[in-house]
């Protein structure tokens, strides 16, 4: 039950208030996941940066299983298996790609044009769920449900061939 596994894997692309970039995104997403993205929405309403609530602003796509680890995989490729110390917290690794085309593979795209993401990996232990389920539902201790970042940078290291640096 202590074993690490890889939840869930969410890529990001903000597009900002431009919606008409929103095609790219999605494309991008379908390119890079072989999965449909769908568009995310403000939850807030911000003069400054000309946003509505309720305005288009990005697309995501959640990865699951073999899916997450090959994504996961692909994306520390991109950015040269090296992670910052900064990006790995409690149950999650979260670390961005500022283009597209660091992925092996794909090339540019004058459609899409030129898009960062960021990407989001939650982990958890087997047993998790037995807190977040309807029926039947039980306290988990705080050991089993929080995974340490020394843990979590070992299962990277270990699994992914990832260094982690203090830059």
Do not use: W
Request: glycine share 8%.
């Amino acid at each position: 039950m202590q074993t690490i596994r890889l939840e869930k894997l969410v890529i990001n692309i903000g597009i900002g208030s431009n919606e008409q970039h929103l095609n790219g995104a999605k494309m991008l997403i379908k390119k890079l996941t072989g999965k449909e993205g769908v568009a995310t929405k403000s939850k807030h309403r911000i003069p400054e940066l000309k946003l509505r609530k309720g305005q288009i602003i990005g697309a995501m796509v959640t990865l699951r299983k073999k899916d997450a680890e090959d994504m996961l995989k692909r994306a520390l490729e991109a950015s040269n298996n090296t992670l910052k110390e900064t990006s790995i917290a409690k149950n999650s690794v979260n670390f961005g790609i500022k283009e597209y085309i660091e992925f092996s593979g794909v090339k540019y795209d004058p459609k899409i044009g030129m898009l960062g993401m960021n990407i989001n990996a939650a982990f958890s232990r087997k047993g998790a769920r037995v807190e977040r389920r309807k029926r039947a539902a039980a306290h988990v201790g705080i050991k089993h449900r929080e995974i340490g970042k020394e843990l979590l940078t070992q299962y990277i290291s270990k699994n992914f061939g990832a260094t982690v640096s203090n830059e």
